[in-house]
């Protein structure tokens, strides 16, 4: 399998439920970035990891809560959510913080 | 505050038109600027610009970067039904990669 994956592609859960988004690149690429995109808005970055290590926070809430064991691995744990956090999150990846981006296909999440 | 300032918001045209689209950026420390298309899934990238006035060329695409004015074009000849889409600009800085909204395509058959 090639490129950039991510599970699930959809995603329903309770403002009280637990549950984390997988992604997973196959390009040998050293940086991973979560992004959020909501309707009518332009992408957001959430956080970048770099060599596994995170370099950046974009001020994003605590109840989401992001994990890199390697560099091709990357989660996004999500705990009490809230409605306006339904939005797609894109996973992407890049060979060095300065290289193309290359996204996988993102999950849809619906908070209700 | 770095920026990235798409236009048009939306366009519909017919195939076979040609198309020009903008973007506009402040950005600290510029490094790059990008173009992806964005259908219904991931957005695909198409072109990273990072030297003024050397135009890049993919089939019936092409983009330029002006880093004077701080501008990028993006120029589709012959549009077809299968460019419809939402076209991402992004610009690089250092450890920093913002968004446009994007332009919103429809090309009619």
Avoid at chain 1, 73 to 90: I, N, R
Avoid at chain 2, 69 to 93: H, K, M, P, R
Wanted: hydrophobic residues 35%; glycine residues 6%.
């Amino acid at each position: 399998e090639t490129g950039v994956t991510q599970t699930p592609r959809h995603l329903v859960m309770g403002m009280t439920n637990k549950k984390s988004l997988k992604c997973e690149q196959h390009l040998g690429h050293n940086a991973m970035y979560w992004y959020k995109q909501s309707a009518k808005k332009p992408l957001e970055l959430m956080f970048v990891y770099n060599f596994k290590e995170q370099t950046e926070n974009n001020s994003v809430p605590s109840r989401f809560s992001p994990e890199c064991p390697n560099s091709s691995h990357l989660f996004l744990h999500l705990h009490t959510l809230q409605p306006e956090d339904s939005a797609l999150y894109l996973c992407a990846s890049s060979q060095d913080r300065r290289g193309e981006q290359f996204f996988g296909p993102g999950t849809r999440l619906t908070v209700l | 505050e770095d920026k990235v300032v798409q236009s048009p918001l939306s366009l519909v045209v017919h195939e076979g038109d040609t198309v020009t689209l903008n973007c506009s950026y402040e950005v600290t420390n510029f490094r790059s600027l990008l173009w992806y298309k964005q259908e219904k899934k991931a957005p695909t990238f198409l072109f990273m610009l990072t030297s003024s006035g050397i135009e890049k060329k993919s089939g019936r695409l092409s983009s330029i970067l002006d880093k004077k004015e701080l501008f990028s074009i993006l120029n589709i000849t012959a549009t077809q039904t299968g460019d419809s889409a939402v076209y991402l600009c992004a610009s690089s800085g250092t450890y920093k990669y913002i968004f446009g909204t994007g332009t919103r395509l429809k090309v009619l058959a």
